[in-house]
């Protein structure tokens, strides 16, 4: 089975500047996460999706950062306009429903650069 | 507001010894806890979870885990450590009916050889 996929694994941009990351989640799960992890710090939940309709984006910096899942399968988020502290990995990750199995399963995750 | 706690950034063992991972958490209602370890350059991988019944819960690769309600803690276990063990590992709580986890700040588990 394969795992779930993101792109680029590594992005290095100046401040203010735009990025896009990709994810493809495992085939079949209907739920999708992006989490952002600073370094030192746990992953903290960005947006989450259930098929192509949004569940929480609560944390979402929504001034700048973006996420869509329009066919319910692939994924992409983007941050415009990048600061400094956006530099993270960006992890994305899979399950296969909302109830709280808490199993998802994550990408190797983008790690993103802002200089 | 959940939240979990990692009081150790950094736990060491020698190989072959047992070892023991805190956790403790902070919830409104009952809790869905969780551990994920994390290797060098890799997506973090699901280990274990409690969610209810026996507060003793065992996982992956030989780890386990002890709910204990009064402590409010969730401690992650193994008898004998290896040296392949030696990850970052997170512990993690559920926000509610969901899969919304929050994650603890991590610890880094080093075994010597």
């Known amino acids: 089975e394969a795992g779930v996929a993101q792109s680029p694994r590594y992005k290095i941009i100046e401040k203010r500047q735009s990025v896009a990351f990709w994810c493809n989640p495992i085939s079949g799960h209907a739920t999708l996460y992006w989490y952002q992890q600073i370094l030192g710090q746990g992953p903290k939940l960005l947006i989450q999706f259930q098929n192509n309709g949004v569940v929480d984006d609560s944390q979402l910096p929504k001034d700048r950062f973006s996420a869509e899942r329009l066919k319910g399968v692939d994924s992409t988020l983007k941050i415009q306009p990048a600061k400094l502290e956006d530099s993270a990995v960006y992890l994305c990750?899979?399950?296969?429903?909302?109830?709280?199995?808490?199993?998802?399963?994550f990408g190797e995750g983008s790690r993103l650069t802002v200089l | 507001a959940q939240s979990v706690a990692q009081p150790e950034d950094q736990v060491n063992v020698a190989e072959g010894n047992p070892l023991t991972v805190k956790c403790t958490y902070s919830?409104?209602?009952?809790?869905?806890l969780f551990w994920y370890v994390q290797y060098p350059n890799r997506g973090l991988q699901f280990l274990l979870k409690?969610?209810?019944?026996?507060?003793l819960v065992k996982g992956s690769y030989g780890f386990e885990a002890e709910f204990n309600k009064s402590q409010t803690s969730f401690h992650l276990k193994k008898p004998s450590a290896l040296v392949s063990d030696s990850a970052l590992y997170f512990c993690a709580v559920s926000e509610g009916a969901t899969n919304k986890l929050i994650f603890g700040t991590g610890t880094l588990l080093a075994v010597q050889p």
């Open positions: 409690y969610i209810t019944g026996d507060n």
């Open positions: 990750a899979s399950s296969t429903s909302l109830a709280p199995s808490g199993e998802l399963f």
């Open positions: 919830v409104s209602g009952n809790p869905y």
